[in-house]
Nanobody, 125 residues
Framework: DVQLLESGGVSVQPVGSLTLSCAASRFTASTGCMGWFRQAPGKAREGIAAIDSDHSASYADSVKGRFTIVKDNAKTSLDLQMNNLKPEHSAMYFC????????????????????WGQGTQVTVS
């Protein structure tokens, strides 16, 4: 099975920047999709950014222009570059894999991603 390990979550001050990383194994990044999701306490998990096998990216409206998703096929890794962070961005961030070349009409739908990491905590305060 695909295995995912996130890293980089820390406590940061508002307006700060942070990059999360995800290392994947048993997965060929050039043939699949990867994404970042987050879940705050008491809220549902939501998709924030995803990228397909051709490096075409999709973002939630709430993070457009602020977050950037980067996939390295050679390293089978996925980064999420986050800028101008706000307290409302505090959450557990998860990396996920979808075994399909394209993201489809709903690129951030949680149920379309079948493999998940354990998450990394980001706190902005």
């Amino acid at each position: 099975d695909v295995q995912l390990l996130e890293s980089g979550g820390v406590s940061v001050q508002p307006v700060g920047s942070l990059t999360l990383s995800c290392a994947a194994s048993r997965f060929t990044a050039s043939t699949g999709c990867m994404g970042w999701f987050r879940q705050a306490p008491g809220k549902a998990r939501e998709g924030i950014a995803a990228i397909d096998s051709d490096h075409s990216a999709s973002y939630a409206d709430s993070v457009k222009g602020r977050f950037t998703i980067v996939k390295d096929n050679a390293k089978t890794s996925l980064d999420l570059q986050m800028n101008n962070l706000k307290p409302e961005h505090s959450a557990m961030y998860f990396c996920a894999v979808r075994l399909a070349r394209s993201l489809g009409p709903r690129p951030l739908r949680t149920s379309d991603f079948g493999y998940w990491g354990q998450g990394t905590q980001v706190t902005v305060s």
